[in-house]
Each structure stands twice: as structure tokens, then as C-alpha cells.
């Protein structure tokens, strides 16, 4: 009952350097997200993917790429790391429509120094 | 633009207060709204799921309702214990097709024993 599984669970990163978040899930579910929460802001939507070989920017894209590799995976990719991206990043999957509800990762703490 | 709010940021009460965390929100035209638990350094875990048509949803000592035409949704907590303090964040989907959610900021309690 892994649910959704991402790692890694901490880095850190000096600006400029570039990374891979992964993300995997074993529900079947056809739509995936990655989110980041900052102090203050709630989560906001980075990029979602509503079904395999789809993919779609969310409210604050800039500076990310993602990848739905299969139905199980979607990965977050930071290019050229700066502060600005130190956040907390959460993956989730839901069925379409989230008519079922979401399940959430247990996150990936970055830091960017 | 849409948006969800939470109010107040952080709640402190007594062990077995009778507690309404308030979520607003500035779009009538939900798909369906959502409230999470997030405990320190932890994933979000879903409580309730409320659909568009419904008026409440309930689990346990938990009981969420639904005001689209206010725009307002409410988390009841029944009997509070210290093993509910944790931060509890609102999130509204607006989109059928996607499953974007926006999220509120999110309201921290604290239970004292």
C-alpha cells in the first residue's frame, strides 16, 4: 500500500545546478500533479499531467519541466536551480475528475543556496 | 480570479471544545471542494471530500458542509483532542476535466490537553 512514493525527501542544491524530483504511484490513477508550499502561500499548482502522454502548466510553471514517463511516474525537473525555488514540493494523483479525492506524497524538502 | 480563504491562520482551544475551522471561497461554479490535514514536516491526508451537489459530508467526529451560493464551506470537529492539532487546509477544484485545486493558506490548531 505504497500509495504515491517521491524522492528524494531532502536536497539541497547551489544555484545553478539542476535536478530530478521523481514521483511514482501505484493506484492506477490517471491524472498527477506536483505542487510546492511555501510559508504563507498554501500550495500552488506547478504542473499537472491529466492523463498519460498529457501534460499541462499550473499556476506557477516558470523555471520547471515535468515528465509523465508512464501512467505511474511524473517527474519534476529544475533546470538551473535558484533561491527562489527552496520550497517544499508535494506530488499527488487523483482519478479524473478527483471525483474520489487526491492522494498526496510526503514531500521533497529542497533548498537552494 | 479564484480564490480560497481561510480564517482565522491559527486556533488555539481547550481539549473537548467543539471547533469550525471557515474556508471561503470566490466562485460559486464548483466541482468539488476538499479538506486536507497536514501534520509538521508531513504529506497532506485527505478528511472530506464534499461534490457540488452535496450539502455535507461526515467522518467520524469530523463533519464538513457546503454553501456554494456563500461561498463558505465549514470543517466541524466534534470533542477536540491533542491529536487533532495539525494544520487543516481548504481546496477548491473549479475544473472537472483537470482536477486543479487551489488551496487556502491553510488554519493551525492547536489542542491543549
Known amino acids: 500500500n505504497a500509495g504515491v512514493t517521491q524522492t528524494p525527501k531532502f536536497q539541497v542544491l547551489k544555484t545553478g545546478q539542476s535536478m530530478t524530483l521523481q514521483c511514482a504511484q501505484d493506484?492506477?490513477?490517471?491524472?498527477m500533479y506536483w505542487y510546492r508550499q511555501d510559508p504563507g502561500m498554501g500550495l500552488r499548482l506547478i504542473y499537472y499531467?491529466?492523463?498519460?502522454?498529457?501534460?499541462d502548466k499550473g499556476e506557477v510553471p516558470n523555471g520547471y519541466n515535468v515528465s509523465r514517463l508512464n501512467k505511474r511516474e511524473f517527474s519534476l525537473r529544475l533546470e538551473s536551480a535558484a533561491p527562489s525555488q527552496t520550497s517544499v514540493y508535494f506530488c499527488?494523483?487523483?482519478?479524473?475528475?478527483?471525483?474520489?479525492?487526491?492522494?498526496f506524497g510526503s514531500g521533497t524538502r529542497l533548498t537552494v543556496v | 480570479k479564484q480564490e480560497v480563504t481561510q480564517i482565522p491562520a491559527a486556533l488555539s482551544v481547550p481539549e473537548g471544545e467543539n471547533l469550525v475551522l471557515n474556508c471561503s471561497f470566490t466562485?460559486?461554479?464548483?466541482?468539488?471542494l476538499q479538506w486536507f490535514r497536514q501534520d509538521p514536516g508531513k504529506g497532506l491526508t485527505s478528511l472530506l471530500l464534499?461534490?457540488?451537489?452535496?450539502r455535507e459530508q461526515t467522518s467520524g467526529r469530523l463533519n464538513a458542509s457546503l454553501d456554494k451560493s456563500s461561498g463558505r464551506s465549514t470543517l466541524y470537529i466534534a470533542a477536540s483532542q491533542p491529536g487533532d492539532s495539525a494544520t487543516y487546509l481548504c481546496?477548491?477544484?473549479?475544473?472537472?476535466?483537470?482536477?486543479?485545486?487551489?488551496f487556502g493558506q491553510g488554519t493551525t490548531l492547536q489542542v491543549k490537553p
Open positions: 499531467s491529466a492523463s498519460e502522454g498529457t501534460t
Open positions: 493506484m492506477n490513477h490517471n491524472s
Open positions: 481546496a477548491v477544484n473549479w475544473s472537472s476535466n483537470t482536477g486543479k485545486l487551489i
Open positions: 464534499i461534490q457540488s451537489s452535496q
Open positions: 499527488a494523483s487523483s482519478e479524473n475528475g478527483v471525483r474520489y479525492g487526491y492522494t
Open positions: 466562485d460559486s461554479a464548483i466541482y468539488n
